[in-house]
């Protein structure tokens, strides 16, 4: 039997590995348990909350490895988590691990397992912004670098890594796992209520989600973001739907800008991932700087306005409906009043977005010589 260990570290990490063990447990059923697919969370972020995304959303079961890592400084987390799932590696022995995404997590259990001679496959590979500041950017490109599969969503991923010089047999274009799962529990988030918890309306809202250090961490864009949040709540009377991050609300309450937000802003705690979609789902838009909901909301062709000045997901640029506008917020308001008129593009999804990623992943990886 052929032992594989998925690593998850975040949140958006959970929505990728729940198809792939599905896909894992199908390929059982009718080629026998020939495969034994474990999870591994190490706690880079973890709160109470989660257990509704692994246990009632994903259907994911309780994960057979928790590190417990926790917060920390890049290098704390990287390091903490270097050194227990080392231990894991030691005494499972695996023959492959799959890591997904480009959190410190990521990387971090990919070099643990390639100086112990284990195989790495990286779902997710080949993204780049570009933009070197970001460390998910340094992430993705160590990772890549001595993974021996890389399973690429889009095709601006296989053009970076061939540009990098990857060799071809190593790159494989599968699609995009999370919108596998996304695909897989549209049925469920149609039975979502979370419209009537927050007493919104379909389409009288906009979901807005902030966390990236270059726009929480800063006075300024801090304040920029207060009034392009109040603008749309006010002058387009529209309530927004606010997941804050906490270091989003402590560095607004440690900035005097917490009460100067207006009352059709509904802040709340982190929100469960079927919920969440229903309110991307039903948006009249979206306000982010996060990299995934790009691609759920270009899956569901909601118009979404992200402020930063790359994204490491062209595609839903170029074919989906998201606008990249830069990092101030006052040029998100042209796009907004385009989106109030109804005239912004209606997007198309990206190809082999199509629900199938995981299944392509699990027979490439049987295929393969690495598991």
Known sequence: MKKIISVVGARPNFMKVAPLHKAFANYNSVNGNSI??????????????????????????????YLGIGSGSHAEQTARV?????????????????VVGDVNSTIAC???????????????????????????????????SISDLLFVTEISGMENLRHEGVPEEKIHFVGNCMIDSLIHYLPKIEQSNIHSELSINDAK???????????????????????????????KNLKIVFPAHPRTIKNLEAAGLLGGLSKN??????????????????????????????EESTYLKVPCITIRTTTERPSTVDIGSNYLIGDRFTDAIPV??????????????????????ADRIVKIINKSHVS
């Open 110 to 144: 990919s070099l643990t397992a390639v100086k112990l001679g284990i195989k790495v496959a990286h779902v997710e590979a080949g993204l780049r912004s570009g933009d070197r500041a970001m460390p998910e950017e340094i992430n993705r490109i160590l990772t890549d």
């Open 36 to 65: 034994q697919h474990l999870i591994c969370h190490t706690g880079q972020h973890y709160d109470e909350k989660m257990s509704k995304v692994f246990f009632d959303d994903l259907e994911l079961p309780k994960p057979d490895f």
């Open 205 to 235: 809202y906009v979901v807005a989600t902030f966390h990236r250090p270059s726009n929480v961490d800063n006075h300024e864009q801090l304040k920029e973001m207060n009034s392009l949040l109040n603008f749309v709540a006010e002058e």
């Open 336 to 357: 907004i009043e385009i989106i109030m008129k109804g005239e912004n593009k209606k997007g198309n999804i990206p190809e082999l977005w199509d629900g199938s990623a």
């Open 82 to 98: 270097m050194i227990e799932f080392e231990k894991i590696l030691l005494s499972e022995k695996p023959d492959l691990i799959i």
């Open 265 to 294: 802003i509904i802040l709340t705690d982190p929100i469960g991932y079927l919920d969440f979609i229903k309110l991307v789902k039903d948006a009249k838009f979206i306000l982010t700087d996060s990299g995934g909901i790009q």
